[in-house]
């Protein structure tokens, strides 16, 4: 049986998006989400991606879609043990 590479990130906000998820979604992993803020956890599943700024001292602003994402509301125990 062939799996496929996920990783399960506890935490969506600032640092697990634009480093976590950027690091592992970049490696072929499908990444997801963990996180309490149900309309984040709505807006991940809906967008399946999401834009990282990165901010650049004297150079414009790298915008990168990180894709192959999703998310669960970490309120939902059965979901979590299903992903695990």
């Known amino acids: ?37 149900k309309e984040l956890v709505k807006e991940l599943n809906k967008k399946r991606a999401y834009k990282l700024v990165i901010k650049r001292n004297e150079l414009p602003d790298e915008i990168i879609l990180i894709e192959n994402i999703r998310a669960i509301d970490s309120c939902d125990k059965e979901a979590i043990i299903r992903e695990i």
């Open 1 to 37: 049986m062939m799996y496929k590479k996920k990783m399960l990130q506890f935490g969506a906000g600032n640092i697990g998006r634009s480093f976590i998820g950027q690091l592992f979604s970049r490696s072929g992993y499908e990444v997801i989400f963990v996180d309490i803020n």
